[in-house]
């Protein structure tokens, strides 16, 4: 993943679920059901299933949910798992934005649908692109709560840090300090470059199977113990909690209902972070701190390592490689198996991964473990 240039998203994707299925000690002909997240070009879709040589499958379908892709797939294979329609499902998501001939800042302008009539008036304004959207919650929130520009510095600062210990991490050898937060050049205002995500080419698949086949496997199993969605569905007028609260507020809530635990078992969070203030905001939401209280949280070193609240462990998305919800899943399945080597979490008996879709429009949560669901 990262600066990998001349391979296709179909490529990376057939190469992460081989990849995958591998690392369980599977074969491809164990494969029966296929979850594909297309990205924002569908660049991906059903046709991976022949470019893999997979026959007869039980379960094939794409899923869209942005961001919050990652972790909604996982659901629902899980699901799929349990009612018997599947007995291995690979969930995977690729691309390949980046070229070498263009800047990663270029690369996603004019994605998506063409709006028309009233719908183009937000991009008549400026919003037109995902930083400017952004921009625009990050700020509502500072003005509600006075959350400052060197409080989003101090999670790209962690994030940072935590990318230094991770060999896959795109920035793993460019420290960061908050002076060179400050001083980078604003994207849209209050986001500076050092505020925004990596855009990255690669592909990242995940495999779920039953418990007990998954014992059985090369790999230690992860054992999904709950799950959650939120979509706000946010009235663009007055009134609404557009930037201030976040899907997470319902998702995290229903994940650890599902599961019987609390905020207080979880060990490390691997939060969505497509900007700080994603972090920043999601994390007030979930409840590990208190609304409002997210600048000051986040500016103390939880966050970071040696810190009390591990988050991001990896690097991110603002730091390490930005494959949608991918990166916190497989941050957060690396730091279940305890796989993570000199990033590895003090504990991670429950680690909380969080998916973010859209701008703060949908929202998945999934807790893992290391350990069975008593």
Not at 297 to 313: E, K, L, M
Request: aromatic residues 6%; negative net charge.
């Amino acid at each position: 993943m990262g600066k990998v240039y001349g391979r296709s998203a179909a490529e990376f994707a057939v190469e992460a679920v081989t990849l995958a299925a591998a690392d369980a000690g599977l074969d491809l002909a164990d494969i029966d059901g296929l979850l594909i997240n297309p990205g924002v070009g569908g660049d991906i879709g059903l046709p991976l299933h022949t470019a893999l040589g997979l026959r007869e499958l039980r379960l094939l379908t794409e899923m869209q949910g942005f961001g919050s892709s990652a972790d909604g797939m996982v659901q629902y294979a899980a699901l799929a798992v349990h009612a018997g329609m599947a007995d291995v499902v690979v969930c995977v998501y690729a691309d390949a934005p980046l070229r070498e001939d263009r800047g990663a800042g270029a690369t996603y302008t004019g994605a998506g649908r063409r709006a028309t009539g009233v719908d183009a008036l937000p991009a008549a304004a400026g919003l037109r692109s995902a930083p400017a959207k952004y921009a625009l919650a990050a700020r509502r929130h500072m003005e509600r709560y006075g959350t400052t520009s060197e409080q989003l510095g101090a999670v790209a600062l962690a994030a940072r840090q935590w990318a230094a210990l991770n060999d896959r991490a795109q920035m793993k050898d460019r420290p960061l300090t908050l002076e060179d937060h400050q001083s980078s050049r604003m994207v849209a205002d209050p986001l500076r470059l050092y505020d925004c995500c990596l855009v990255s080419n690669g592909g990242i698949a995940v495999v779920v199977t039953s418990a007990e086949r998954a014992r059985a496997l090369r790999r230690p199993p992860v054992y999904v113990l709950g799950w959650g969605q939120g979509h706000p569905g946010y009235p663009m007028s007055r009134g609404s909690t557009f930037g201030l609260v976040t899907g997470a507020a319902i998702s995290g809530p229903a994940a650890l209902k599902m599961a019987g635990l609390t905020l207080a078992d979880v060990d490390v969070r691997e939060i969505y972070d497509c900007f700080t203030y994603t972090t920043l905001v999601t994390l007030e939401d979930y409840g590990f701190c208190a609304k409002g209280e997210g600048g000051e949280f986040v500016a103390s070193g939880a966050i970071a390592p040696g810190g009390s609240h591990p988050t991001n462990t990896g690097g991110g998305q603002l730091s390490s490689y930005y494959m949608w919800g991918m990166t916190p899943l497989s941050e957060g399945v690396i730091q279940a198996r305890g796989d993570g080597g000199v990033r590895q979490a003090p504990k991670a008996d429950v680690v909380l991964v969080s998916g973010n879709g859209g701008v703060l429009d949908h929202h998945a949560t999934l807790l893992l473990s290391p350990h069975a669901a008593t």
